[in-house]
């Protein structure tokens, strides 16, 4: 059983991911437009009285909240047959959805009743993994209260991010909002950089017409005296050439 832990420990809560788990997930947010197209995506019952549903979200079915969740509750627990790695039966075991405890055990959460299989990462998420690798078991808990038509997720942490998420671009909100402000930032840079251009073009043109218009007041003023002072001239020689006759 190939199996490689990803994730980060806080405190008491860890991120347990395996290679296998992040392997269906990064395919998953590959091939979610095939799959839409090729078949309808199976929704799993959940009970009224639980406080989330499953339901489709960019990486295909996520899990969202129904109910008003409080900071520090309890929300599913990931659960499964558990697989020792000393056994070569479990040990050979390869699915989408293993989540290593220990060097030696592991939960199988591929059987369906584990709605926690369906949580999908995020950067800046509202749950966390509580692993407790004494008790066997995993719960995911609310970090920040959770209101009805939330998604509910978890960091899988940063080598997950870095060897899966971050090569073909994380879908979470968070980072989807950081894409948006960039998107915006980069437009606005291009308006700026056009309208600075336009500007530089329409001072380059105002000089170019005061220069034509220098040039022609140049061309219509005569060479030498003015037009009164030929006048003046051509009036003396007139009188002189009389007062000689």
Partial sequence: MAVHKLGKAHGKCAKGLTWARNRFRTAASRLLA???CQFQLIMPATSLNKPYRVGRSRTGLGLFATKPIKKGAKIVRYFGPLL??????DDAIENKYLFELTNRWTI???????IARYINHACKPNAESDVKPRKRKVVIRAIKNIEPGDEINYDYGTDYFKAYLKPIGCKCDACEKKRKKKRAEARAERLRLKAK???KAEKKAEKLTKAKATKATAKKKPNGKSGAAKAASGRLANGSGHASV
């Fill in 84 to 89: 020792d790695s000393k056994k070569k039966k």
């Fill in 34 to 36: 095939f799959h839409s």
């Fill in 108 to 114: 199988d959460g591929s059987v369906r009743k584990n």
């Fill in 197 to 199: 251009a336009e500007r």
